[in-house]
């Protein structure tokens, strides 16, 4: 072999190994069913590239990434035009990561992937609790005929686990029966003592990067104005590091070449930085 | 003809009829006095095309596009270099919309097109208030030697309707003049209150998409920091959503291909959502 | 109705009735089954948009759209992620315009849904020869286990019509075993006069826009170096105007967000003139 | 004053003395009657900061920018809105250049300024021709209603110094009539030698960069396929350069904005460099 | 000479002499040190040609750049890949600078630039602190075994005025060295009123761009997600105008050609017509 | 670990092992010397990202990537700001490529690279002829005082193996004494058989991706208008591929950032495909 040194092709501060790591990172590069600008099945190389511009030290969990004993597994290659076999590969891995004892940092790809995270995790867990930071409600039944889109992808969870067990935070778009089925079973929240029920749940948290405001994560198919910013996002992370019980998380939704600064793909980063460090 | 189904080539929502419309959308694709960089003559277009990726529910107003019986009239074909024949289609049309006994709800181009429509409303209407959203004062008498210009159209209108008929709200940018202007007939406006003195006027309101932060809204010609938020505009709009009569509005300067990333276009599509929502 | 004048709405130089056309411009957004850089589905509507920008007259056909009575018929409302439910629909008004004796200038979308008009024209024409002006053999038997793919709709036309009905103009990518096919049939041609034999055929041409250099064609999502010129392209046109029967053609695979400076799309537009003045 | 060294704000090569100029170099930011995409009024500053990425050695005419004497006069200031107060500012200046005994090379701005230039010109001189490098003919009479346009230049040109003084090179788009108008005429030239009757002729060379194709030039408000090659452009002006009587020349329509990529410009610098090396 | 009128190829508003003026600008396009994505060098240029979009009038200060008596020396030309000899040309402009009186407004290029400004500014003052807006701590006492970087500048300033006359404000990335760092030194700041005991020092102020949110200055290297509002840089630029001591001024790491929108260059035209006419 | 199936990391077609390889690709992100838009050290990692678009086989030299034995080492990690550290890191490692028995292909970066792989491979190699495709010479001397730059790094190796031992092709931009040095010892060519004497040579090839012309590779740092065409150079890499004795090869010069289509990164994946055939 060669001395080099070498760059790492991983996420930064990743190991070498899976045994020896507590979370696996990986990437599920689909957007099939992305009904408005497609172009998030670039996104975890994107971020994976980008993670050596970021500095592996948060001064808000005061830790560093080293300390974290992440695996960086790489991307999987899932087949294009049938969302239900990328679900089944997906919920394959995800259990076999669970199956090891170790949790997901799961990186989208659109949000139907989460589906399959929490299928698996369904596997090993009871009592399970997905908070949902989103712009959109994705509680549509349907779109264009098809149940499988990354639209609906909370009611297909909802289904699972139960509306009462969803949290949703930061929703600002949708049709007028989502936002009924929202109020009825209050599922959207607005403070963080609202969450303080689920203390003692088993806590899934899925990040869909469109809750952030497009003006600071223009690379979304999807851009909502009116968004959350980013130090209310990390507000809320915080607060979740804090006695909740998190059994995995995903960070979903970036299309990296729609925003050309490459600052949304940095945020992603970040983001993800500070998630490895929740888990 | 044939099955479909077909998307529509309007803006979304929009009746198929004129007569059964109570309000009208307009485009007026005019950038001729543009100072700094042009491109407003492609927004309308743009807009009705990024129409399709928006949902026509409003939460803010909980109410569905459906239910606002607006028409999309598409846009007028405007010569170049010769603005007061441009004024004058513009305010040709928008006559017979009010002899129809509907209201305008005018897409730009840039800001001078306003000018024509106060022109054509004030043959229907006295006692005309316009309220304008803008970054910049728009209050100079002339520019180069020309006093048609998107940067004096404020001082036209007042020149029509008085200054104490105009309220000014987001101004951030002008010449020492026009601060004096604004200062001397107190036309600037920073509380929701100070507009309750023209609850029993007519209304129309002008929306220059400057006044937002370049953050959000970075497809316009002539950017300025430090600007407001989505929400707090949206939050403008609902004071006046309610027991104001309002009697046209508009919606201009939007430059959609400086903003690659389409976000300026998407929030420009959930304005004018809104606009029609209190039309 | 207001006076206007208003800008059209449609392709330029458009009919404004079915009834009275003998060629129909339809759009298909589709990009489903994309394997690389997804958008084509944005193609129809900025083409349509762009074409304002382009004269009606065409000096290598000395003729001007308004003498070749077509009518744009809007895009198709197509489901995603469910490739088979997007031909049938194509399919389903193909069929429409063949049975009222008109011809298809089809828009893409992705090059699959050329298989849906090869499907519909099969029921009124025998003796179907397609000329396929491409970079990429698109003689996949499946990818990644699906056989319905933009990378395999000339396997699925030859399966339809026999690959001694088949000439690919322009091939430059593919696998090997592709390659071999493909000289197995002798289906590369690179000469004007190969086409001869097809004089006495019924001619459809399908126009993948990759086929041009990516210098020229930028925006299209599986960009091949080396490729065909603009001026190559409307040399192959104009010899398949002389003396050929050509019952139907359509232009696909453009990306148009990919190119900013929609130079691709300009570009789609004047060959989608020129096609219609073969129809 | 300080020490520096600076680097110099004007275009590579620059004299800092009129008076010792033979070729005066003047920017015309103007675009007022652009019918597609504005933007030229960008070009001469974004020209000139672009230059110093290139050589001031020329392989082709084996000379150095050095050896040029020319003078970079900096930009005019130029009204918006009214073409005809535009042109008169600009023909006082181009007389007071011929008067000094100098020549001019213009840089656009859109294609109208060219005739300010031969009006200034046609003062000093007669027996004048002009030689069009351009994707379009520019012999419209009207467009909407303006005789003062970008697109019918040419036509204005013709009627100061007849159609038998102008000759056309690389027109490849306009109306039936314009293109009836050059076969009445004569004006296209596809050959060098079809130049040679106008050696005894005083030569003004108007440059459109549009002339060449939309894959090398791609910085352009009307691009248009199939055009000429960069070094096809340069064999035309190498060409020029024996023999013939030079007066003037000046290059047009670049919008830079609209290349991201700055090669538009960085070939724009380059003609600059030729023509100056020709005058 | 022409008579015009001519554009200024300056900053706005800048005279034509270095003798009459109290504040000098001067562009230092250097960016050889930079750890992510280059492309400061073009900042200076970039921002003298934006500049003619703002206005001369600043309301915050009530006050016009004509009254500010600046002078725009243009850019020193710097070598590449010599950090020391690039800042020992700017220590000898500075020099110069301060030699003759006079203040310095510099315009990075990279943040390595401020260190040759104080070992000037050294020379002629003592009590200096250095009040630093940055996303970044720049305090690595190495990177990469260089001690001369744009992420070690503060550092090796600290050395030489010593780090109780550091001031930090907006820091929010780093390593953890860094931030320990800045706890045993308390230079990061909060509140307006913590640099209330550098009222009786001579006062630099240096503002790294990356301080602002990447939402509304996107075009910088190493953006940081989180950052400061414009209106709150102006706030604390309000603050310091009154009753500080201010020596010097200068704003760095605008990176143009990432924000194709060219805000960010707008933005940063702004800031420094606030700074002028704070000096 | 898991099962996946999981997308390569690696430039497609890659072996997992390095002593299996003949030829081992390494990545040289390096760009500090670089005179106009930096950007080039990002290019090995886009290259390696974007491979996964184009396929293994090419029909040129009707071989698979499969049968090319070659393996990617991933990118040095290299300082910045101190080129001659660079060379060492670089040079130490192609020192073990060839020590091992193997091929370099590197992929720049800028092309000051070259110097260390040649300075390597002359450990191990006498009678080495360097053949380089490039826009410009590379011939100075020095810039601004230094001698390790990208414009002169063919001189400095026509001072390592003679001057005779160059090939030039493709050469278009220069100073005045560069273009005299290659006329005084011939190194330009022009046609295949020029290259014929050096059939007993060991040849390394250096491809300056700015051979090209801007048209299909835009994301160059100096774009040089007028090159050569993608089928010219593999023309010409066609010829070397038969009885020319290659022990090495580079790939430099792409700054993929600055063309947002990536075509220009595609365009490079398959020039370094069609390298990684005739090692």
């Not at 098809?146 to 778009?173: D, P, Y």
């Amino acid at each position: 072999m060669l001395k080099g040194p070498f760059l790492s092709k991983d996420f930064i501060g990743s190991l070498n190994s899976f045994a020896e790591a507590k979370t696996v990172l990986i990437g599920m590069p689909f957007d099939g069913t992305t009904t408005n600008r497609p172009g998030t099945r670039f996104a975890p190389q994107a971020i994976r590239l980008e993670s050596i511009g970021i500095e592996t030290y948060s001064p808000i969990f005061d830790k560093d990434l080293e300390d974290c004993r992440f695996y960086d597994a790489g991307d999987l290659d899932l087949p294009f035009g049938n969302a239900q076999r990328v679900l089944n590969i997906i919920k394959e891995n995800a259990v076999q990561i669970y199956s090891a004892g170790k949790k997901i940092l799961g990186v989208g790809g659109e949000h139907l992937v989460t589906l399959a995270e929490i299928e698996a995790i369904k596997e090993f867990y009871s009592n399970i609790v997905v908070i949902q930071f989103d712009a959109h409600t994705d509680l549509r039944d349907e779109y264009l005929g098809e149940k499988l889109t990354h639209s609906g992808v909370m009611k297909q969870i909802a289904n699972l686990i139960g509306f009462e067990n969803i949290a949703q935070i930061g929703i600002r778009s949708g049709e007028k029966e989502e936002f009924e089925l929202m109020k009825t079973y209050s599922t959207l929240k607005h403070r963080y003592e609202e969450l303080d029920n689920f203390r003692d749940k088993n806590i899934f948290i899925t990040i869909d990067l469109d809750v952030l405001d497009p003006g600071i994560m223009s690379g979304v198919g999807t851009p909502e104005a009116g968004g959350m910013s980013y130090n209310e996002l990390l507000g809320w992370l915080k607060y979740l590091s804090m006695d909740f019980n998190i059994i995995g998380m995903d960070v979903v939704e970036l299309a990296p070449d729609i925003d050309t600064t490459k600052n949304s793909t940095a945020a992603a980063c970040k983001i993800i930085r500070e998630c490895l460090m929740m888990l």
